[in-house]
C-alpha cells in the first residue's frame, strides 16, 4: 500500500451537492491526520485536523477509521468557492515533523 | 492572523548557480520545514529544523542544500549548485508543536524556482 493513496477524481459536482473524498494510508502509527486544500499554483491551507474518530467543522466533516486505515472527507452543500485540489496528509512515522501527502483530489464545483 | 512570509515570490536562476529562499516563520512557532512541489506532482519533505539544527531530512535533501536560521526571525533554504530538476515550488512552513494542537504546520505563498 502506498504511504497516503487518494481517489484522483477529478470531482465536477453542482452547487449544492455533497461530495466525499477517500484516503488510505499505510503508517498505523500515525497519530493525527490533516486535510489541507491547494488551489492552483498555491501553498497547501490547513482546512482540517483529526487527531480522533473524526472532526466536523460546518459544511465539512472528516472521518476516521483507524482499523482499516482510512480518513474521509464530506463537504455539504458545496460552494463555487470550494473548488481546490483537497490534499490527505499524514505524518510519517511517529514523528509529527515530516508530512506525506496524498496526490490530491481536484474537485470543481460547477454553477 | 500570523501567517509564513517567503521571499522571492520567483527566482529564476542559471543551471550551477547558487540560490537562497528566505522564510520568516510565524513568530512564536518553534519548528520549521522546507517542502517543494515539483509542477503537477505531490508536495514533498525536504527538512525539519528544531533549536538551531536539523531535526529530520528526506533523500532528496542531499549536500546541495543547507539550512539556516541567520537571526531571530529568517529561516533559509540554500541550493549551492542549481540543477535543471531543482525548479519547483518551494514552501517553507512553521509549526509550535507545544499544545495538542500544534502538529499543524501552516506553509509560506512559495517561492517558485526556475533553473534554465
Known amino acids: 500500500r502506498k504511504e497516503v493513496e487518494q481517489d484522483p477524481g477529478p470531482f465536477n459536482v453542482p452547487e449544492g451537492a455533497t461530495v466525499a473524498f477517500n484516503c488510505t494510508y499505510s503508517?498505523?502509527?500515525?497519530?493525527?491526520f490533516f486535510w489541507y486544500r491547494q488551489d492552483c499554483r498555491k501553498e497547501p491551507k490547513l482546512l482540517m485536523s483529526?487527531?480522533?474518530s473524526g472532526n466536523e467543522d460546518g459544511r465539512f466533516t472528516a472521518q476516521l477509521n483507524r482499523a482499516s486505515q482510512y480518513i474521509s472527507l464530506l463537504i455539504r452543500d458545496s460552494k463555487l468557492s470550494d473548488s481546490a485540489t483537497y490534499l490527505c496528509?499524514?505524518?510519517?512515522?511517529?514523528?509529527?515533523?515530516?508530512?506525506?501527502f496524498g496526490s490530491g483530489t481536484q474537485l470543481t464545483v460547477l454553477p | 492572523e500570523p501567517e509564513v512570509t517567503q521571499t522571492p515570490s520567483h527566482q529564476v536562476t542559471q543551471m550551477g548557480q547558487e540560490v537562497i529562499l528566505r522564510c520568516v516563520p510565524i513568530?512564536?512557532?518553534?519548528?520549521f520545514y522546507w517542502y517543494r512541489q515539483i509542477l503537477g506532482q505531490k508536495v514533498e519533505f525536504l527538512v525539519s529544523f528544531y533549536n538551531n539544527e536539523i531535526s529530520e531530512k528526506s533523500e532528496i535533501f542531499d549536500d546541495q542544500f543547507s539550512v539556516e536560521r541567520p537571526d531571530g526571525s529568517n529561516f533559509t533554504l540554500k541550493i549551492r549548485s542549481t540543477k535543471l530538476e531543482d525548479s519547483a515550488m518551494y514552501f517553507c512552513?512553521?509549526?509550535?508543536?507545544?499544545?495538542?494542537?500544534?502538529?499543524?504546520?501552516?506553509f509560506g505563498p512559495g517561492t517558485r524556482l526556475t533553473v534554465t
Open positions: 513568530s512564536n512557532h518553534l519548528y
Open positions: 496528509v499524514v505524518p510519517r512515522g511517529g514523528s509529527a515533523r515530516q508530512l506525506t
Open positions: 503508517n498505523s502509527a500515525s497519530q493525527s
Open positions: 512552513a512553521s509549526s509550535d508543536l507545544r499544545q495538542a494542537s500544534s502538529y499543524e504546520q501552516y
Open positions: 483529526v487527531y480522533s
